[in-house]
Every structure is written in C-alpha cells, then in structure tokens.
C-alpha cells in the first residue's frame, strides 16, 4: 500500500496484475522448489516449537473453511471493487462515492477485522474479554513495522533533500534504464543492505516515484509489483523473517539459506520477469 500510494496507482488494478504474476511465480517458487529442496534437506526428528502446539488440547469447535477464507479475503475483494468503481458504476453517483469509500484500503482492513471479531472471535465461543486479549497482543508487531515504515520514509527523505534522487534520475536517464528495472534494482539494493522489505519499498518507491513521473511512465501498478518483487529478494541474517523460518522449522543456518532465501530470491526474479512480460503485452 505504500508504494501504491507514491507511484499514485490503481489499487484494484493492482491486485489484479498481482494475481497473474503472483499465481506462477508461487507455483514454481512454492511446491515445484519445495519437490527439489526437500529430498536434500533433513531435519531432526523432534521441533521443540511444534510439540509446543500439539501438547496442547485441540479446541473442539474451529471455524469452517469458508468463514475463515472469506473473512481473509474481504478486504481485498472491498479494494478491488474501489479500484473498479468508476467502471462499474457512474462516477460521482452514490453508488459510486459508496465503493470508492469501502473500497478505500484502511476502511477495507477496518471491515474485516470487525467482521473477524465476530467469525473467528465471538462465534468460536470468545468472549470479550479474550478477543480483547488477542487484539492488545496484536499492537506490538504492528508498531515495529510502523517504526519501520518511519525509519524507511526518513532514510528517503535524507536521500532526496541530499540530492541523490537528482543524481539517479540523471543516471538513469544516461543509462536508458527501464522505471521497472529501477524500482525493482532499487527495492533489491535495499533489501540486501538493511534486511526490512517495508524498508526497501518506501525507499525505493520514494526515490522511483518522481522518475517514473517524470518520464511519464504508464502504467505505476507494474512499478508497485516491481518494487515488490525487488524487496524480498535475498532474505538472510540481517532480515527477523530469516530467524523466525529457521526457529519455526528448526532448521540450522546453511538449510535456512538452501530453503528460504532461495525461495525469496526465486520469488523476486520469476515475478520481476513476469512484471516485465506484461508490461510487453499493455
């Protein structure tokens, strides 16, 4: 959503070219590495986290796959039809302020969670108290990834007013290279150097975002799906989402590195190639 935010693109538009580029490169990311990888990766016997889990007793009502599905999945079909709302309805008609309004993406989120207050809260036999108690424990990653999204937007501010931006914007020009290749090339340098994709992304958008106005560049959804796919790849020790797979799995370091971070750096470069190949085709 950031970087939708600073290269001003669609966001239903860009859930839907998300999809097809997301859907490939999960396959061949996903089961078609894990069918090679895990022949060649042997873990202990025993995971201390997962018996963690499996000593516990099982709770006896659990909610339906279709609830849980559709309650995932709401905000991103209320975004989809706010960035599809000029098409399927007259623009500036209520109808039309309504989706837009749904649509918009802290209002979407907001929705699903009241909504999940009750299907996966108060309709599983929570009670207030206890949803109250999941909510309060939900505050502290999300104020880690704001106090990262505020140290990635202050690192871009300092790389702006320093004239950086100035610089790569005449190089790039120089070197006729593509808005898609500096988002993602951008996002990736990043991502290698502080280990944080929030980072990478408010950054590399930050920096892209003018050039990519600048030189009129059409179509700023693929420049998100860019940006996205250069932030995740080469997840390694510097990235906290590298030690969590690794403590998840008991893993050691050099399995991590074979499962993880090659399958971070396949999702990178098979989604910017895809990215590349449709913006070929509109």
């Known amino acids: 959503m950031l970087a939708v935010q600073a290269y001003q693109a669609s966001v239903g538009q860009t859930l839907f070219y998300a999809i097809l580029v997301g859907i490939p490169t999960a396959i061949i990311a996903g089961p078609i ?13 025993e995971n201390p986290l997962a018996k963690q889990f499996l000593d516990r007793e099982p709770r006896k009502q659990l909610p339906g796959f279709a609830i849980t599905m559709a309650t ?19 623009p500036g008609s209520g109808f039309n302020s309504f989706l837009l309004f749904v ?23 929570f009670n207030r108290d206890s949803i109250l108690k999941f909510t309060q424990e939900c505050l502290a ?13 202050g690192l871009n501010r300092i790389l702006v007013d320093s004239g950086v931006t100035s610089e790569i914007v005449s190089l790039a020009q120089d070197f006729h290279l593509s808005p898609l290749l500096m988002g993602w090339l951008f996002a990736a340098l990043m991502r290698i150097a502080t280990g944080s994709a929030t980072v990478a992304m408010t950054t590399a ?29 080469l997840s390694h020790v510097n990235d906290g989402g590298f030690w969590l797979i690794k403590e998840y799995f008991n893993m050691t370091v050099a ?12 999702i990178s470069m098979i989604a910017f190639v895809l990215t590349l190949g449709l913006a070929q085709v509109l």
């Open 255 to 266: 399995q991590t590195f074979k499962t993880w971070t090659v399958l971070e750096t396949l």
């Open 103 to 125: 649509g918009n993406s802290v209002i979407a989120l907001l929705l699903a969670t009241l909504l999940s207050f009750w299907t996966l809260g108060i309709a599983q036999g």
């Open 205 to 233: 958008s930050g920096i892209v975002a003018p050039v990519a106005m600048g030189l009129g560049y059409p179509h700023p959804e693929l420049l998100v799906l860019a940006t996205g796919a250069g932030s995740v790849i």
């Open 141 to 153: 990653p999300t104020a880690s990834i704001t106090l990262l999204v505020g140290a990635g937007g």
């Open 33 to 45: 590495y894990a069918k090679f990888i895990v022949p060649r990766i042997h873990l202990p016997d």
């Open 72 to 90: 995932i999945l709401l905000p991103v079909l209320l975004m989809l039809l706010g960035g599809w709302a000029n098409l399927i309805s007259t």
